[in-house]
């Protein structure tokens, strides 16, 4: 395995990691700025390998980095704005079911994140064989 799957398992494993969060009940500020942070170094890692920036120049790479800094800058000042918000119809829609009803919305999710995942599963495998 060279380092490019290692990378792509990485990144693979850190979305995974996203799509968990949402399962976990934190705050909306909390949830927010972990995915942040996750998705971040998502970017990092597929600008410095897969847009092969790693083997740049090392002034190119500052270059292209510091507008990255004010990107975080601006997006934490957004920050507070960002953890209150919500799909308002998404949230009444739940509220307003019963538990039966509520869990019946996340199979309904679950279903459909079904065959993406298994797309991804014979990518993997036909990959592997190779």
């Known amino acids: 395995?060279?380092?490019f799957h290692a990378?792509?398992?990485?990144?693979?494993?850190?979305t995974a990691v996203e799509v968990l969060l949402a399962y976990v009940n934190a705050s909306p500020a909390l949830m927010l700025?972990?995915?942040?942070?996750?998705?971040?170094?998502?970017a990092v890692a597929i600008i410095a390998w897969f847009m092969h920036l790693k083997f740049e120049h090392r002034l190119l790479r500052?270059?292209?980095f510091s507008p990255l800094l004010v990107l975080i800058?601006?997006?934490l000042a957004l920050l507070p704005d960002a953890a209150?918000?919500?799909?308002?119809m998404c949230k009444r829609t739940a509220e307003a079911?019963?538990?039966?009803?509520?869990?019946?919305?996340?199979?309904?999710?679950?279903l459909m994140a079904a065959p993406p995942m298994f797309v991804l599963a014979a990518i993997l495998f036909r990959a592997r064989r190779r």
Do not use: D, H, P
């Open 33 to 42: 700025a972990a995915l942040l942070g996750l998705s971040g170094l998502k």
């Open 1 to 3: 395995m060279n380092i």
């Open 62 to 64: 500052w270059v292209l």
């Open 97 to 110: 079911q019963n538990a039966e009803r509520r869990e019946a919305l996340n199979r309904g999710i679950a």
């Open 7 to 14: 990378v792509w398992i990485f990144l693979l494993s850190l």
């Open 84 to 88: 209150r918000a919500q799909c308002v």
């Open 73 to 75: 800058l601006a997006l």
